[in-house]
């Protein structure tokens, strides 16, 4: 039997402060009032950093070069569940033109390692997270 999976693409913007930027997913959308990663799904004629770039500047209305999006990490769902299977992968990024704003909806803030890892979260963005910030002091 084959599963068809979804790609999806994240960024963990940081500032030189220490903090991290998440996002508050909208009300209506699926995990809706939880906190993530910014990000979305690579359309199949997409490579995934191109995604990114196109996801944070509807998102958060900021741009970057996909030199400047760094991979970090990967999680994927449970292909067991009866949703359709995740894979996502995470950069992060460091410098970007743009003051980031929720665009579509939710909110944004800047949290420490600390903080961020006590926010509610989708449980593919809490295992992102912890292996984001394992190996930053807290």
């Known amino acids: 039997m084959t599963t068809t999976w979804m790609s999806v693409v994240a960024a963990a913007l940081h500032r030189d402060d220490g903090r991290w930027l998440m996002h508050r997913r909208p009300e209506g959308k699926h995990h809706a009032g939880l906190w993530e990663f910014p990000g979305g799904k690579v359309e199949p004629s997409e ?67 600390a903080e961020a890892l006590t926010l509610p979260k989708p449980p593919l963005d809490v295992e992102l997270a912890a292996r984001l910030f394992a190996n930053i002091e807290i």
């Open 47 to 113: 490579m995934p950093r191109d995604s990114l770039m196109r996801e944070l500047g509807e998102e958060l209305g900021i741009s970057c070069e996909a030199t400047d999006l760094v991979p970090c990490g990967f999680a994927e769902s449970d292909s067991n569940s009866n949703a359709r299977p995740l894979v996502i992968l995470l950069y992060t990024l460091a410098s970007w033109e743009g003051a980031p704003q929720a665009l579509e909806g939710g909110a944004i803030g800047w949290f420490t390692p």
